[in-house]
């Protein structure tokens, strides 16, 4: 598996990368308001520069998927996993956390506490639910997520 730095050229394209996977996830599970507003936010030019200038880095899991983390004090934070369809079930998951946990540390995310199949994606490789959090985005969007961990 290739697990390389996305190329300038490439963060032009994310956001249509991106677009029919998060309505694919989160089709029936947030209002379509708060899908582009959540895709407006990380992935559109100027949210990619936000969360790049944070830190955050962005990579490409072969030509199937996108993976955004930071290194944090205390752990790896695992922002976003994202995977085509035609990627799923041939164990890249495995891949990433494996390639994560080579920092050191523990890795954490947030999952959409409605969102099975990344839930059970993340129990079968050993992450734990710690808490869960609300998160206000305003305009009446709330964000019902799980933090998970895997030490």
């Not at 598996?1 to 694919?24: A, G, I, S």
């Amino acid at each position: 598996m290739q697990f390389l730095p996305f190329k300038n050229e490439d963060y032009d394209t994310m956001y249509e990368f991106m677009r029919p996977l998060w309505l694919e996830t989160y089709g029936k599970i947030l209002p379509k308001e708060q899908i582009f507003f959540l895709l407006d936010k990380y992935f559109s030019k100027d949210g990619i520069a936000h969360y790049r200038a944070l830190g955050y880095q962005y990579r490409k899991i072969d030509d199937c998927g996108v993976c955004v983390f930071v290194e944090r004090e205390t752990d790896v934070y695992l922002d976003k996993l994202y995977l085509l369809p035609s990627a799923r079930g041939k164990g890249y998951p495995q891949k990433v956390f494996a390639i994560l946990q080579e920092i050191g540390k523990p890795i954490t995310l947030n999952v959409n506490e409605a969102n099975a199949r990344a839930l059970a994606c993340y129990k079968k490789n050993g992450f734990e639910i710690v808490r869960q959090e609300l998160i206000d985005l305003g305009n009446g969007m709330i964000n019902r997520d799980f933090i998970l961990q895997k030490r």
